[in-house]
Structures are given as structure tokens and as C-alpha cells.
């Protein structure tokens, strides 16, 4: 069983940057899919970037050149790493160990 307790989370101005963290907990981490998903107000839940154990990414297109997902396996992190934010950006985002372990969520408000 694997925990996820993501961080970094809070508000940024537009253009602006955060870093989210996700630190996971239990078994065989380095061999996992990892993935951020967020959710706005009213919308469903959708996939910001995945990344595969042995570090293939994936983004959406919305985030592509801003987002980077990045993992490491001795620490058991996973983190996202957000640039030129917007207020569409505005979401829970949600940490995601393949196939259906997730964390709380960490806010990200984009907002001047």
C-alpha cells in the first residue's frame, strides 16, 4: 500500500512559479507510473503529467513547456515543477502512484 502526501501548493501570481512535492510512502515506488492530475471548479479530473519509473514524461498539451515532472526514486518524490503559471491553472492537483493511489490534493490558486 502506498500513501501519497503532496506539498507546495498556494497562490501565484500570473507568470509566476511553483514547485509541488509529492512524497510517497511503501513498496516498490521506483517501479510505479507517477502522476499529477488536477481539478478546477465544476470540471473533471484531468491529467497534468504522468512519468514512468524509468523516467518517460507525458503532459497534456495545455502545460506543455511550462510543466516538468520529474521523480526520484532514492527519496521516493515526485515533483512538478510549474512556470509561466495562468489563471486557468487554478486547481486541486492531485498526486496519482498507477493505478489508483492518490494523495489530498495541494490548492494552486493563479491569481493577481
Known amino acids: 500500500q502506498v500513501q501519497l502526501v503532496e506539498s507546495g501548493g498556494g497562490l501565484v501570481q500570473p507568470g509566476g512559479s511553483l514547485r509541488l512535492s509529492c512524497a510517497a510512502s511503501?513498496?516498490?515506488?521506483?517501479?510505479?507510473?507517477m502522476a499529477w492530475y488536477r481539478q478546477a471548479p465544476g470540471k473533471q479530473r484531468e491529467l497534468v503529467a504522468r512519468i514512468t519509473g524509468g523516467g518517460t514524461t507525458q503532459y497534456a498539451d495545455s502545460v506543455k513547456g511550462r510543466f516538468t515532472i520529474s521523480r526520484d526514486n532514492a527519496k521516493n518524490t515526485v515533483d512538478l515543477q510549474m512556470n509561466s503559471l495562468k489563471p486557468d491553472d487554478t486547481a486541486v492537483y492531485y498526486c496519482?502512484?498507477?493505478?489508483?493511489?492518490w494523495g489530498q490534493g495541494t490548492q494552486v490558486t493563479v491569481s493577481s
Open positions: 511503501g513498496s516498490i515506488f521506483s517501479y510505479r507510473p
Open positions: 496519482n502512484a498507477s493505478p489508483s493511489c
